[in-house]
T-cell receptor, first 107, second 113 residues
Framework: KQEVTQIPAALSVPEGENLVLNCSFT??????LQWFRQDPGKGLTSLLL?????REQTSGRLNASLDKSSGRSTLYIAASQPGDSATYLC??????FGAGTRLTVKP | DAEITQSPRHKITETGRQVTLACHQT?????MFWYRQDLGHGLRLIHY???????NKGEVSDGYSVSRSNTEDLPLTLESAASSQTSVYFC????????????FGPGTRLTVL
């Protein structure tokens, strides 16, 4: 059974800092991994999708990497802004989600 | 614009009642999913469908059912609501067939008293 873990559960950083969010999974036989953002009281918005054949994806200040052999993915956020404050979730194979990391970026 | 909608957005019901949550998408996506989100558990998959007449059980399917009679809709039915089913329910869709971005609805907050 695939288990997905996100540590830490919460993170607070000052504005402008570069940061890394972590996602670990137990079964390396995956076909994709997605990173989502969720604002309070809202649905999820897809940020980046990495297919199993890819090592990373980039969108603006966001970069997601995938290392299937070690069962890990990271989401790198450059030059963080208060508007980045949200919960970030990773999902493996569309259906197995981590519990998320709640990010607060302080002005 | 194409979108995915859920109704109702909020629902209060009593234990033992049957409840149906609606999900409607206008993207003509093949894949549709139902999740519940609870504190400490993240999102957990309830049921999913890869096309009309196709339905599959997810991780927490007990007490829930779905049917897919057309591409646009995947209603979620709670046969006999229980207090443990108090949660926020999210519907999602993706084009398919397999590797694709999921698009989420705004969620339905269900309270079972």
């Amino acid at each position: 059974k695939q288990e997905v873990t996100q540590i830490p559960a919460a993170l607070s950083v000052p504005e402008g800092e570069n940061l890394v969010l972590n996602c670990s999974f137990t079964d390396s036989a995956i076909y994709n991994l997605q990173w989502f953002r969720q604002d309070p009281g809202k649905g999820l918005t897809s940020l980046l999708l990495i297919q199993s054949s890819q090592r990373e994806q980039t969108s603006g200040r966001l970069n997601a990497s995938l290392d299937k052999s070690s069962g890990r993915s990271t989401l790198y956020i450059a030059a963080s802004q208060p508007g980045d404050s949200a919960t970030y979730l990773c999902a493996v194979n569309d259906m197995r989600f981590g519990a998320g990391t709640r990010l607060t970026v302080k002005p | 614009d194409a979108e995915i909608t859920q109704s109702p957005r909020h629902k209060i019901t009593e234990t033992g009642r049957q409840v149906t949550l609606a999900c409607h998408q206008t993207w003509n996506h093949n894949n549709m999913f139902w999740y519940r989100q609870d504190l400490g558990h993240g999102l957990r998959l309830i049921h999913y469908s890869y096309g009309v007449q196709d339905t599959n059980k997810g991780e927490v399917s007990d007490g829930y059912s779905v049917s897919r009679s057309n591409t646009e809709d995947l209603p979620l039915t709670l046969e006999s609501a229980a207090s443990s089913q108090t949660s926020v329910y999210f519907c999602a869709s993706s084009p398919g067939p397999v590797v694709d971005t999921q698009y989420f609805g705004p969620g339905t907050r269900l309270t079972v008293l």
